[in-house]
Structures are given as C-alpha cells and as structure tokens.
C-alpha cells in the first residue's frame, strides 16, 4: 500500500496564494475523481474542504479551491488568512483492494 | 446534532487488546460506510479499516488478522477490536464516515471524531 506524496511544508505570506501537490499514480489519483483535502489543525481532527477533486462542503470559503491533471491533485487557497496554517492531507480512492490512500500532509506556515 | 465521538483508547502493553468505540448521533451507522482512520504521533493519517455494505469489510495490511471492526445498530456503535497490540499501532484512533449516495459510496470522509488515543508499551 503507497501513500501519495505531498510536499512536507509550505509558506506563504497574508493575501497570497499557494497551491499544494499530491501526486499519486494511474491507480488512484490518475483513474478516480475521488480526490479530498482535508485541513488539521494542531491537536483537532481533520476536517474535509474539498471532495470528489474541486467540490466543497457547505461553509467552507471558497478560497480553497481543487484541480486535478493526470496523476497529480493540487490544491490552492487564496487570500492567506493566519487560521490557514495548518496541515493539509490529500486523498484518493485506489480501487476495490486498496480503497483509500492518504498523502503524508503538507504543514503550511502562514 | 450530526456527530461521532469516540472512546476506549489508552496506555496498553504490547500484545495486548483494547476494542474502541464510535458512538453516532444524527444519522445512522448502518445506512453509511464507516471506518477508522489513525495517525501517529507526527505522523499522517492512515486508513485503517471500513465498514460497508452487507456487512464487508476491509483492513489495511498492517492490521489485518489482528483487528476487527463491526457495528451494533441498536446502539448505532461502530467498533474496533484490537488484538496483538504492537508499538507501532499507537496512534490517535478517528472514527469516520463515508458518505453513500443511492446506495453508493463517494470516497471521501466528510464527518470525523475528536479520536481517542492508544499507547502501546514495549
């Protein structure tokens, strides 16, 4: 079983952007639009802010925003506030024997 | 109010058993795909069993043959049997759902629990 791959850390400064990576395979993230985003903020459980690759939950701003391009995801919040540090988790749906994979988190420092 | 909350965590020697507990109020278990998810101390997440349709289920290869989930729908309670404890299963336990639409599952967890935490001594 493989997790995706995200980078481990991000920055960026109040009012810009940054888009995180999640690159997987033509297993997971390649053959299903089930990619999510979840944020974790320390000590808290993770909350979902984007599912089936660019879709987002009810309250969540849509400053957080979700793409997807062959193996890899991406995932871009603009309009940095200071609450969005956090660390983000990608995910994607592998198939019948596997089912889910996360990616190792990517700690964004705003 | 839509939740899960979790509990039974704790400090257990290697080798030994602990069975979790997901409590869920708002909606019900049996109806939903339902899973437990760890992680470990600095570490990310990882999917360690689901729940699903006509009582399936499935376990990540580090657990499987070790652990066993299963569901009481009168207390609409899911739980996780731990059996054979090892250092390397400590973690925060998170319940989490799997939203089905039409019978259908959308592979993604869209209500989590607080956790509850297992240490395992050597």
């Known amino acids: 079983q493989s997790a995706l791959t995200q980078p481990p850390s991000a920055s960026g400064s109040p009012g810009q952007s940054v888009t995180f990576s999640c690159t997987g395979t033509?297993?997971?993230?390649?053959?299903?639009?089930?990619v999510s985003w979840y944020q974790q903020h320390p000590g808290k459980a993770p909350k979902l802010i984007i599912y089936?690759?660019?879709k987002r939950p009810s309250g969540v701003p849509d400053r957080f925003s979700g793409s997807k391009s062959g193996n890899t995801a991406s995932l871009t919040v603009s309009g940095l506030q200071t609450e969005d540090e956090a660390d983000y988790y990608c995910?994607?749906?592998?198939?019948?024997?596997?089912?889910?994979?996360f990616g190792g988190g990517t700690k964004l420092t705003v | 109010e839509v939740q899960v909350v979790e509990s039974g965590g704790g400090l257990i020697q290697s080798g030994g058993s602990l069975r979790l507990s997901c409590v869920a109020s708002?909606?019900?278990?049996?109806?939903?795909?339902m899973s437990w998810v760890r992680q470990a101390p600095g570490k990310g997440l990882e999917l360690v069993s689901i729940?699903?349709?006509?009582?399936?289920?499935y376990y990540a290869d580090s657990v499987r043959g070790r652990f066993t989930i299963s569901r009481d729908n009168s207390q609409n309670t899911l739980y996780l049997q731990m059996n054979s404890l090892r250092p390397e299963d400590a973690a925060v336990y998170y319940c989490a759902r799997i939203p089905l639409r039409n019978y259908y599952p959308f592979w993604y967890f869209d209500l989590w629990g607080r956790g509850t935490l297992v240490a395992v001594s050597s």
């Open positions: 708002g909606f019900t278990v049996r109806f939903n795909y």
């Open positions: 089936e690759v660019s």
């Open positions: 033509s297993s997971d993230v390649g053959a299903y639009n089930y």
């Open positions: 729940t699903y349709s006509g009582g399936s289920s």
């Open positions: 995910s994607s749906y592998a198939g019948y024997n596997n089912f889910v994979f």
